[in-house]
Structure formats: C-alpha cells, structure tokens
C-alpha cells in the first residue's frame, strides 16, 4: 500500500488498520476463548456423596495404598503411569461398587492393568475409600511428606534377604542403586515396578527384559515373540526376526502363555503392608 497523500486518505487508513487490529485481536481471543468454553461444555459435575463408613475407608485406603498408589496416585488424581480415577467416568457413575467391582476382578490387560482377587467385602471398601475423595477436596494423601525415607533399614534389609535375594543382590545388580536417583519416591517407585518411574519424571534406565509371548494354535505350531498387544480379541507379537504377527482369540483358542520378567513384583505387589514398602525403601537408599 502506498502513503497517504491527504488528510482523507490518511483518516481511511489509520481506520482500515483499527479494523485489521481489532479483527486480528478478536480472532486471537477466539482461539483462547474457544478450548475454555469447549472444556467447560465437557467438564462433569462431581457427584454430591453421602459421608461413608470411616473404618471402611480406612479399610479401603490400607488397600488402596499398597495396590494402586504406584498406577493411580495416593490422592487418586494419576501415579506411575496410571490415570487419573478422580474424574474417570468409571468411578463418577459408579454408585455402589457395581462399575468398579468388575474392573477390579477383571482388570483390564491391554491397559496392564492386573486382576485383583479381592473378597467383595474388600471390594465395597476401596469403593468407599474412592467415594471419599472429592474434586476440590484436601486431604492427608495430598500432603508431600519432606522426606519418604521413614522406614527401618534393617528390617527392611531382612525383608529383602527374605523376599527378593534370590532374583536380585545388593553387590551385584543393586550394586549402586540409590546412586541412580536423585528422588527417594523414584527409587521407590522403580523397585516396586522396575523401569516404570514415577509420574511426571523420567524412568532411570534398567536392563529389564521385555514381556514376551508364546501362541499355540489349533495345529499345535507354536508362535514366539515379544508381546505387543493381548486383549480379549486379539495378541499380537513381534517375532525375533521383526516379523509382527497377530492372532484372533476366542476363549482359550489359541492358547497363550506369558512370560512376564516383571510377574514376582506384580505377585509381590499384592502382599506388601505399607511398613514393607517404607522398609525396603530405606535400605535400597543405602545401596550407594
């Protein structure tokens, strides 16, 4: 565009570009304003719940803290690669344990999710402990201690000696351990579930071998691999070759075998009381 040469032409313009500014500024507002009324729209409003039973949240809680923290988070808002149960639709819809019990006994394998064999009483008292959180609440679980090292080395290092010497070793792939980890919550959180880390931060680099699998079809071929998928409809695998192959399932048609390195520490998952948990932690903190 060429310079104004009078006062009209010179009016015209300074208004064009009051025009273009505000065009271009209610453009910008519309791509800031838009995701919020979008989020808005979507957001769901939090369930109004009547208090539940404390012994039974206490109950749930115990529970809860030694078999879902890692995944979900103490505070239930996401943990170790878990999602966040506070807003999951699962648990708002769910009024008397009858979304959550399923997912609990089932669990959901192609999210790595295990099965958990608890009672239904069981059951019913981390359903109160999850009905017990609300979305602005603040409660104990969300108070960062200063320090998670509360637990006794020596116990803890008896607990080990019992527990996990005969897969792993203080001086031989321990050796150093605590010296990987610049957080004690990452470090408890890498041996409760080796190579996993913690939310939010970078997993310290294990030399854990991956899953694998072995498929027998009907013809008694047998079919193995790393295991990349296994829902209720499909397994896939990647064969040594790089070769990925994928099957159909039906029932116990092919049948599957797992090979799970991580599988002792997912039985063990289910058996800690949470002095375990603060015990070995405090002795794996000395492994420098």
């Not at 519309?30 to 769901?44: E, F, M, S």
């Not at 109950?59 to 878990?82: E, K, M, P, Q």
């Not at 049948?255 to 948990?277: C, F, G, N």
Request: net charge neutral.
């Amino acid at each position: 565009m060429g310079t104004p040469r009078n006062d009209t032409e010179r009016k015209a313009h300074e208004g064009r570009k009051d025009y273009f500014g505000f065009a271009r500024f209610a453009a910008f507002a519309l791509v800031i304003v838009a995701p919020v009324l979008t989020l808005n729209a979507q957001r769901r409003d939090f369930p109004t719940r009547p208090p539940g039973d404390p012994a039974a949240i206490e109950r749930g809680r115990a529970l809860y803290s030694v078999n879902c923290t890692f995944c979900h988070g103490a505070d239930t808002r996401g943990g170790d690669g878990g999602p966040s149960l506070l807003r999951a639709a699962t648990v708002l819809d769910d009024q008397h344990g009858e979304l959550i019990a399923p997912v609990v006994k089932n669990g959901r394998a192609d999210r790595g999710m295990p099965k958990f064999s608890f009672t239904d009483d069981q059951i019913q008292d981390v359903v109160a402990f999850l009905h017990s959180f609300t979305a602005a609440g603040y409660d104990a679980s969300r108070m960062k201690p200063p320090s998670i090292l509360v637990g006794d080395a020596k116990a803890g290092a008896a607990y080990f000696g019992a527990k996990c010497a005969s897969c792993h070793s203080a001086t031989g792939d321990l050796r150093g351990f605590a010296a990987k980890f610049a957080d004690e919550k990452l470090l408890q959180q890498t041996w409760l579930m080796p190579g996993s880390g913690g939310r939010g931060a970078s997993a310290v680099t294990l030399n854990v071998p991956r899953t694998t699998v072995t498929v027998t079809l009907p013809s008694g071929e047998k079919v193995d691999g790393v295991l990349d998928r296994l829902n209720d409809f499909v397994v896939s695998l990647t064969q040594s070759d790089g070769t990925h192959r994928s099957f159909r399932t039906s029932g116990d048609t092919p049948k599957i075998d797992i090979h799970d390195p991580l599988q002792p520490h997912k039985d063990l998952l289910r058996t800690y009381a949470d002095s375990d948990i603060h015990n070995v932690t405090a002795y794996l903190a000395t492994l420098r």
